[in-house]
Structures are given as C-alpha cells and as structure tokens.
C-alpha cells in the first residue's frame, strides 16, 4: 500500500539526507522525521516560518491566502513551510531556506 503513497525526499544542498513516504494529512516536518531528518518547528501553524525550506521537484498544496510565515516571493523562490504544508506527488525538498 505505501507504494501508492508519496515518497518526500530530503536534501542539504545536493546530498540527499533522507527519504520517507507522506501519509495523507502528514505535515512535511513529520514527513522529514520519519526519514531521520530534523527539520526545527515553533509555531507548527505556519505562522512563524521556522521550518521554511525549499521545494525543488514535486507538488506540495499552498494554501490560499498564504499563511503568515510565506509570502509571494518566498513561493516563488519554492519556499514551503513543513510544519503545515502536505506533499501532494513525490517531491524533493532542500533543508537550506531559499534565502
């Protein structure tokens, strides 16, 4: 059944450190834990934008409007926040903040 599911790569710039498959509804921090990777939360409502990272390849649903921690130019640089934020097909995501 896990084979239906999507399967969430993590980065540090181009090493991989780390893979795990998404449950449905499973934040991308959580996503990231099951894989070993530590990715640091506060809020874990999008508010604060301490778990940003940056998604190369792969979907993840933004939300509309944007939570507090994102804005446009942060989506267009593929940031994402993974405290709240689901993967919706296989993606790769980079640990290391866009900015």
């Given at each position: 059944?896990?084979?239906?599911?999507?399967?969430?790569?993590?980065?540090?710039?181009?090493?991989?450190?780390?893979?795990?498959?998404?449950?449905?509804?499973?934040?991308?921090?959580?996503?990231?834990?099951?894989?070993?990777v530590i990715i640091p939360?506060?809020?874990?409502?999008?508010?604060?934008?301490?778990?940003?990272?940056?998604?190369?390849?792969?979907?993840?649903e933004i939300p509309n409007p944007?939570?507090?921690?994102?804005?446009?130019?942060?989506?267009?640089?593929?940031?994402?926040?993974?405290?709240?934020?689901?993967?919706?097909?296989?993606?790769?995501?980079?640990?290391?903040?866009?900015?």
């Amino acid at each position: 059944m896990s084979g239906n599911l999507p399967v969430v790569r993590f980065f540090r710039g181009k090493q991989i450190i780390g893979s795990a498959n998404a449950e449905p509804e499973t934040p991308l921090a959580e996503v990231a834990d099951l894989a070993g990777v530590i990715i640091p939360t506060n809020c874990t409502s999008g508010n604060c934008g301490t778990c940003l990272a940056r998604l190369i390849s792969g979907d993840v649903e933004i939300p509309n409007p944007l939570p507090p921690g994102l804005d446009d130019f942060l989506v267009n640089e593929g940031g994402i926040l993974t405290c709240c934020l689901f993967a919706t097909s296989d993606c790769d995501i980079d640990v290391i903040p866009p900015l």
